[in-house]
């Protein structure tokens, strides 16, 4: 497709459960970022991609949030043991450029942990 | 440090009237300044963006922004409201490697 794809759109884990979340970017777009956006809230920056470099990882709330992208390409979101407090949507964007371009933005990933 | 502040957090329109969602930002160099909206359960879509070209910026769906400088201001508004515009909407400010964004704004569009 043309735009950003995340799978699932949906995921109910329980407590303590890891859970995986993936995007599909933009074809050869350098940049990929993850936010995070709880109810009502604006999206939380958590961490960003250069190709396959994770160049930024200060917005990680905790070290059960792991992130990687081997290829460049598709991206991965780990949440270990997952606590109640992780329930958002999780975000997925990219970018043509290594800066200052505008992202484009997937559909997100809603996680409920309950 | 990069941020923005939307200063309303909802909004509230009769149809047919101008809108005017109101943006501030916090750069310590030339920004890079955007305005998305977020439709229910759909991602966000990029409405317009200001890279340092003209001040005035155009978007899609006949949304504007000016970029004031001495203001530190990057207001989004359109002329005429319609029942599509009912959305939230995003100021957004980005250096290299973030996107820094508000609290967001609830545009009511009232028939």
């Known amino acids: 497709g043309a735009g950003v794809s995340q799978s699932p759109r949906y995921k109910v884990a329980k407590r303590g459960q890891d859970v995986a979340l993936r995007c599909d970017p933009i074809?050869?777009?350098?940049?990929l970022f993850w936010y995070q956006q709880a109810l009502g809230q604006g999206p939380e920056f958590l961490t960003y991609f250069q190709n396959e470099a994770q160049l930024d990882k200060s917005g990680l709330p905790s070290d059960r949030f792991f992130a990687e992208r081997p290829e460049g390409s598709v991206s991965t979101l780990k949440i270990q043991r997952t606590q109640q407090e992780d329930s958002a949507v999780y975000l997925c964007?990219?970018?043509?450029?290594?800066?200052?371009?505008?992202?484009?933005f997937g559909q997100g990933t809603r996680l409920t942990v309950v | 440090a990069q941020s923005v502040t939307q200063l309303d957090s909802h909004v509230s329109v009769s149809e047919g009237t101008p809108v005017l969602l109101r943006c501030n930002y916090s750069?310590?160099?030339?920004?890079?300044l955007f305005w998305y909206v977020q439709h229910p359960n759909k991602g966000l879509q990029l409405l317009l963006k200001y890279t340092s070209a003209a001040t005035l910026v155009k978007g899609i769906n006949g949304f504007e922004a000016e970029f004031k400088k001495s203001e530190t201001s990057f207001h989004l508004t359109k002329p005429s409201a319609h029942m599509s515009d009912a959305a939230e909407y995003f100021c957004?400010?980005?250096?290299?490697?973030?996107?820094?964004f508000g609290t967001g704004t609830s545009l009511t569009v009232i028939p």
């Open positions: 964007a990219s970018s043509p450029k290594a800066w200052n371009t505008e992202a484009f």
């Open positions: 074809s050869g777009h350098v940049s």
């Open positions: 750069s310590s160099y030339s920004p890079s």
């Open positions: 957004v400010v980005s250096d290299r490697n973030q996107f820094y």
